[in-house]
């Protein structure tokens, strides 16, 4: 049974209208189920070529669920909304104001009708697990985090619920530099605990590449697939890895591909 399958899939926008707009086009692709072994899927190309629309119809969130035209299929059937097992992760920090972290984190569970010891207890598990101290943490509320915090926060309410696939679109977007590697060396021991299929957009190369298992790589918009490339799996920090020549050959391979795109989009 295929994990996520893609046939021919376009999704316009206000289609019959004179503001219709098409952002991808004949996007096509499969990810197999593979039980006890997660798959990463780094997703490149030029700003409004369609990444995050992607993202939106595995998760069978509207305005961009359904595709207008083609086939969208999850765990070998049709998507018709969002389901537990699909979690996503945003760029924009996306904790409840009005709750602690240990509510935070607990929220999945809290809808999902578990008990609330049951469910805190689990929740101060995840939060360990994210790298955030129970004792010093679980009663803070967002307001008094930095932001890598409150995004270890959102990955904690996302993966506690277990998906088997996880969406995250651009979430250490906003980090600087040093928390950026941290959150990828964490994200790739998450990853590998779950054995979940991550796929994750950004417009940062390096990290698609030390992430991903394959990196797809899109065109300018209506976005389509222009490349799938196999790359080497995270087997080292990402401090490490980042500085190999191997690594930075085929990082800059990538880079003037998506150089070339970006030109194109400039020059239209």
Request: hydrophobic share 40%.
């Amino acid at each position: 049974m295929n994990l996520v399958h893609f046939a021919n899939v376009s999704k316009t926008f206000n289609a019959g209208s004179d503001r219709a707009h098409t952002v991808i086009k004949d996007v096509s692709f499969t990810v197999e189920n593979k039980p006890g072994h997660g798959e990463f899927i780094g997703i490149l190309g030029p700003s409004g070529c369609g990444k995050s629309t992607v993202l939106r119809l595995i998760a069978g969130l509207r305005p961009h669920h359904p595709a207008t035209t083609g086939v969208v299929e999850v765990l070998g059937g049709p998507v018709k909304g969002p389901g537990s097992e699909r979690g996503m992760v945003f760029q924009d920090y996306t904790s409840f104001d009005n709750r602690t972290v240990l509510e935070n984190v607990a929220f999945g569970l809290e809808c999902a009708g578990v008990a609330q010891k049951e469910r805190e207890d689990r929740a101060r598990v995840w939060i360990e697990k994210v790298g955030l101290s129970v004792r010093r943490d679980s009663d803070k509320f967002p307001h008094q985090l930095s932001g890598g915090m409150r995004q270890r926060v959102a990955i904690a309410r996302t993966l506690i619920l277990h998906p088997k696939i996880i969406l995250m679109d651009e979430p250490f977007g906003a980090l600087d530099p040093a928390t950026r590697l941290n959150m990828q060396d964490l994200l790739v021991s998450l990853w590998r605990e779950l054995e979940a299929t991550v796929f994750f957009v950004t417009h940062d190369v390096d990290e698609a590449v030390y992430l991903g298992d394959r990196v797809y790589v899109f065109s300018p918009a209506p976005g389509t697939i222009l490349h799938q490339l196999d790359v080497p799996p995270p087997d080292r920090p990402a401090r490490e890895m980042q500085r190999e020549p191997e690594f930075m050959a085929i990082s800059r391979d990538i880079s003037n591909i998506i150089e070339k795109l970006e030109t194109k989009v400039f020059d239209s």
